[in-house]
């Protein structure tokens, strides 16, 4: 059982914009930097942004994130048919003193 | 380019104790900047984070397996492991290993993953 909470599943048309919340407290996303991974089918997941909003080098502009309060949200925006994948968030949480998951969401394109 | 590779047997027996490796090139272990950790997947379920440890040996384990989880770190070989001991079917999953920034949670060098099944 997670203690952060995502959407089971989120889709959308192809160039139309998506995005997966992840809820958690205070003592994780509250207080601490958020990251989110994508996982496309039978791979590794991959980083696709961390400290909440930054992007590594070779990851579109067309993926973004945010947090506000005990909440993070990352948007997919431009959808394209090889952004099909889980996508989680994870995060420290200070009360466990552990690193977290998210519950992971399923996009699909339409 | 960092690059990490699991290793270890993938079949284990109920009550017996899983051993994993992580080779790790292109970097030192010694490396201050990282964390070096596990993450597991069961068949068709989420992520779920196992532990880390650094090179000086400091620990964080899930508190959910803390009880029957063993990481270390072998700087010698450039290696860390992983040890679960008491394993069930539940233990069946893809294990990762990966490095973990020191600073923050930022998992970004993957290893490929190793499916470890757990049965008689």
């Known amino acids: 059982q997670s203690v952060l909470t995502q959407p089971p599943s989120v889709s959308a048309a192809p160039g139309q914009k998506v995005t997966i919340s992840c809820s958690g407290s205070?003592?994780?996303?509250?207080?601490?930097?958020v990251s989110w991974y994508q996982q496309l089918p039978g791979t590794a997941p991959k980083l696709l942004i961390y400290?909440?909003?930054k992007r590594p080098s070779g990851i579109p502009d067309r993926f973004s994130g945010s947090k506000s309060g005990t909440s993070a949200t990352l948007g997919i925006t431009g959808l394209q048919t090889g952004d099909e994948a889980d996508y989680y968030c994870?995060?420290?949480?200070?009360?466990?003193?552990?690193?977290?998951f998210g519950t992971g969401t399923k996009v699909t394109v339409l | 380019q960092l690059q990490l590779q699991e290793s270890g047997p993938g079949l284990v027996k109920p009550s017996e104790t899983l051993s994993l490796t992580c080779t790790v090139s292109?970097?030192?272990?010694?490396?201050?900047?990282?964390?070096w950790g596990w993450i597991r997947q069961p068949p068709g379920m989420g992520l779920e984070w196992i532990g880390i440890?650094?090179?000086?040996?400091?620990?964080y384990y899930n508190p959910s397996l803390k009880s029957r989880v063993t990481i270390s770190v072998d700087t010698s070989k450039n290696q860390f492991s992983l040890k679960l001991s008491s394993v069930t079917a539940a233990d069946t999953a893809v294990y990762y290993c990966?490095?973990?920034?020191?600073?923050?949670?930022?998992?970004?060098?993957w290893g490929q993953g190793t499916l470890v099944s757990v049965s008689s």
């Open positions: 990966a490095t973990r920034k020191y600073s923050s949670f930022l998992l970004d060098f």
């Open positions: 292109g970097a030192s272990i010694s490396s201050s900047s990282y964390y």
């Open positions: 440890i650094y090179y000086s040996g400091r620990t």
């Open positions: 205070s003592s994780n996303i509250g207080n601490n930097y």
């Open positions: 400290d909440n909003n």
């Open positions: 994870g995060t420290w949480d200070t009360s466990l003193s552990a690193d977290v």
